[in-house]
């Protein structure tokens, strides 16, 4: 028999938790649904292997958004700490800090290569490419096409198992926008000769933040607080849940769903709303009647993800927080350091922790490589970076991570236009929220504020936000649908409860 619930949320992330907190609070009646059996957070979770605590991928907490900043507050009170933000990037061999120091950087490069460095950025901007449309031609604009060879496309074509030239201008403008390369070199002449950077102010040159906010314990100490906190309200959180299909009566405006469980049982819910941040391909193909658009959702693409963690004695100071390797002649792409994210992510004061992160497709070569060959490459590239010595290694673990990060190629904006269109129009009470949920490569406040929106849309019983309209720094105001301002928000939420 059916269990009926006001709002299904689909996913225990960020975002699918933070819209069942919201709507738990205004005393909402609401159902979260996690395909995982044991973590909650999605991406954002906090894996334990051993006692060793590691992110998959490395999880800040700091947002322009007061609003998502007071709600880490409510969810978390007394767990936060202040964390120095340290990060370098590797390239043939070389250490670079970042943000780039210029006397070091001049150094490593060499003048002939700085030289040409400047040379080519001044060409750019003399001769720009009209109207880029791909990821190169906008970095190329900006920085110059020598800059791009060093500093941006080795790393992402790593990320992004594509060329640079295939890649659409948009991932470029949303999270490289800002950055002006003439502050740069002034940031980091001062940054040479030691001086500090007095903090930017609203309209200020976009630059790396040099402390951040942390979870003593990691990011999952934050979502398995809030799941814990929507139990408290009455809200249910049910792991082992794999959504099978959604199907909308149109007449009676309900929403029918089948979930298999881990023990392979069945379950049906029927719902008012459905919220999901699943991944838009994957949902739209559950979905009956078969959309329109679910031709388009077929052609989204995904990148994977494989972090190795290696453990083994400390024997060299290692304060950086993650470490960018841009040299091609490795396959890994980046190096997460877990003690320097909290020094409580490692279960005694000797260890090292390091986290190899590789980037992959389902399936591909890299992806269905064993456990024990991963191990053993992310050794051998461990000790030729020279951060620990592969000998030094007594264990390690393999972590998958399934759709890391949408894909930005020159398709995918009018894949989504679309599939928006074909859920207004068909299949009203269906929310997409978050990351995989929307198709937006962004960070956790930005999932969580899309999920808070989406919580007074359905308190409202009407759209009030559009919450496509959030940036992609989680602040929301400037084109959204019918804005409502955040005070008036409590008030509405308190009416409509």
Not at 286 to 292: D, F, G, L, M, N
Request: aromatic content about 10%; hydrophobic content about 40%.
């Amino acid at each position: 028999m059916a269990q009926h619930v006001e709002t299904l949320v689909i996913g225990a992330g960020p975002a699918g938790l933070t819209t069942a907190y919201a709507l738990a609070k205004a005393g909402r009646e609401v159902t979260v649904l996690e395909m995982d059996p044991t973590y909650v957070g999605g991406i954002s979770r906090t894996v334990d292997y051993k006692g060793f605590k590691f992110d998959i991928g490395g999880h800040r907490f700091f947002s322009k958004s007061q609003e998502i900043v007071d709600l880490w507050n409510e969810i978390l009170p007394d767990d936060f700490i202040d964390r120095p933000r340290l990060s370098r990037i590797y390239y043939r061999e070389k250490f670079y800090a970042y943000p780039l120091k210029a006397f070091e950087a001049l150094a490593n490069l060499g003048v002939w290569t700085a030289a040409k460095c400047m040379a080519s950025f001044g060409w750019a901007k003399v001769r720009p490419i009209d109207k880029p449309a791909t990821f190169h031609e906008w970095v190329r604009n900006q920085f110059g096409e020598t800059l791009f060879s060093i500093f941006f496309k080795t790393y992402t074509e790593k990320v992004w198992g594509m060329s640079c030239d295939e890649i659409s201008a948009d991932w470029a403008s949303q999270r490289i926008k800002g950055l002006d390369l003439g502050a740069a070199i002034i940031d980091g002449v001062k940054r040479s000769l030691g001086v500090r950077a007095k903090s930017s102010g609203q309209g200020a040159p976009k630059t790396p933040i040099e402390r951040f906010r942390y979870p003593r314990k990691g990011p999952g100490m934050m979502w398995e607080a809030c799941a814990d906190k929507i139990l408290a309200l009455g809200g249910d959180v049910r792991m082992g849940r794999k959504v099978d299909g959604l199907h909308y009566d149109k007449l009676a405006k309900i929403w029918t769903v089948s979930v298999t469980c881990a023990d392979g049982e069945t379950e049906i819910y029927t719902a008012d709303d459905v919220v999901s941040s699943a991944p838009i391909r994957e949902l739209m193909q559950a979905v009956s009647p078969t959309p329109i658009s679910v031709f388009h959702a077929g052609e989204l693409m995904y990148r994977d993800f494989i972090t190795v963690v290696l453990i083994g004695p400390s024997r060299k100071v290692l304060l950086d927080n993650w470490i960018y390797i841009h040299d091609p002649s490795l396959k890994v792409g980046r190096v997460q350091n877990f003690r320097s994210w909290s020094p409580e992510m490692i279960p005694d004061d000797v260890s090292t922790c390091l986290g190899l992160e590789y980037f992959c497709f389902e399936g591909d070569g890299l992806w269905t490589t064993s456990d024990a060959d991963l191990v053993a490459q992310a050794k051998r590239e461990i000790g030729k970076i020279g951060l620990m010595d592969p000998a030094d290694v007594h264990d390690a673990c393999v972590v998958r991570q399934h759709k890391a990060y949408p894909v930005y190629d020159d398709a995918y904006a009018e894949h989504i236009k679309m599939i928006r269109l074909d859920l207004k129009m068909h299949f009203p009470g269906l929310h997409l929220v978050g990351r995989n949920g929307m198709h937006k490569y962004n960070n956790q406040d930005h999932a969580m504020m899309t999920g808070l929106l989406t919580a007074e849309n359905i308190i409202a019983g009407e759209i009030v936000h559009d919450v496509w309209a959030v940036s992609e720094d989680a602040e929301y105001g400037v084109s959204g649908a019918r804005e409502v301002p955040r005070g008036e928000r409590a008030v509405l939420r308190k009416v409509a409860a």
